[in-house]
């Protein structure tokens, strides 16, 4: 296991990472730092957490959440593929997160550098929520980027070629309604979050002030990427609108010189032009003057 921080000390097989630089006027605040769940429930245990509730949360939640067990508090932060689990009680904290998230980075630098809001459980947790939004605003600032940059192309020339970057899109839309969903979700462990005495109530409310302000950022991307599909629907329409009226055009045509050669080709003995050495070819040349004009006048219209 990985553990982090400038005093280390080995206990029972597993690293306390001690971040109080006034141990006796502020208290010892234990942190426990892992990637790895084998075991997990034990060790746990062995700092007074509810080390199997823990590993359950861990293994089945998908979504955020948070819950309260035997004192502790357990915040599941599961954005994005990436999943940091914080667990609390009095002046213990327990870090379980995927590798290399980039909360996971941040708590180790944070420890690293003896950050004082360390010092206190509960502006930990609050500046590591605070940490968890920017992270998401972040990631969905550089997708709006993408897809702002895309719309722009599209909106100055538009085509229906762009089948590459319309799928790309479609990818994008579906992962922002996977943030929203699980913003959505964190919406309410914010709420629930005012059971807790860790938070002061300025904190909840500057928590609730940025989960709107993400939430909305997310909602304006789907608008974009939504937009970009509507001119790529847009430009396929108009490109099915030109091949129709061209194939009528060409149906017409085809429809009028039928007509004329379907007449000479009835059974009659008398018809203008039967017996005329230049019959043939005077009817084949009116033909293709028809032909000619008719053409000319729906490429002038903007059916050809």
């Not at 002061?200 to 940025?210: C, M, Y």
């Not at 302000?213 to 909602?219: G, I, N, P, Y």
């Not at 050669?261 to 040349?285: D, V």
Request: glycine share 4%; with cysteine.
């Amino acid at each position: 296991m990985d553990h982090f921080g400038d005093q280390r000390a080995v206990l029972n097989a597993y690293c306390r990472i001690i971040s109080v630089a006034r141990k006796r006027k502020l208290g010892e605040t234990i942190y426990y730092i892992t990637t790895k769940t084998e075991r997990l429930d034990e060790k746990l245990e062995k700092l007074s957490l509810p080390g199997e509730q823990i590993l359950q949360i861990w293994e089945e939640e998908d979504v955020p959440d948070v819950y309260f067990v035997d004192g502790t508090l357990i915040l599941d932060l599961n954005f994005m593929g990436e999943s940091t689990l914080i667990a609390v009680k009095k002046n213990t904290v327990a870090v379980v997160a995927d590798e290399d998230t980039e909360l996971l980075k941040w708590i180790k630098n944070s420890i690293k550098r003896r950050r004082k809001f360390l010092q206190n459980p509960g502006a930990f947790i609050y500046r590591a929520i605070k940490k968890q939004l920017d992270i998401i605003h972040d990631r969905v600032s550089e997708i709006h980027k993408t897809v702002t940059r895309v719309e722009k192309d599209m909106a100055q020339n538009l085509h229906s070629t762009d089948a590459n970057r319309v799928l790309n899109v479609y990818d994008v839309l579906l992962q922002l309604h996977d943030v929203r969903r699980e913003l959505s979700y964190f919406w309410k462990v914010v709420m629930k979050l005012r059971r807790t005495p860790l938070l002061k109530p300025e904190e909840i409310e500057d928590i609730k002030g940025d989960v709107h302000e993400v939430l909305s950022f997310v909602s304006l991307t789907i608008k974009s990427a939504n937009s970009i599909l509507d001119l790529h629907d847009r430009a396929l329409s108009m490109e099915l609108n030109l091949l129709i009226k061209r194939l009528t055009a060409i149906s017409i045509i085809l429809a009028v010189i039928t007509i004329i050669t379907g007449i000479y080709g009835m059974n009659f003995r008398y018809i203008p032009l039967a017996e005329h050495p230049y019959g043939f070819w005077i009817i084949n040349g009116f033909l293709v003057l028809l032909y000619v004009g008719m053409w000319w006048w729906f490429k002038r219209i903007g059916w050809m």
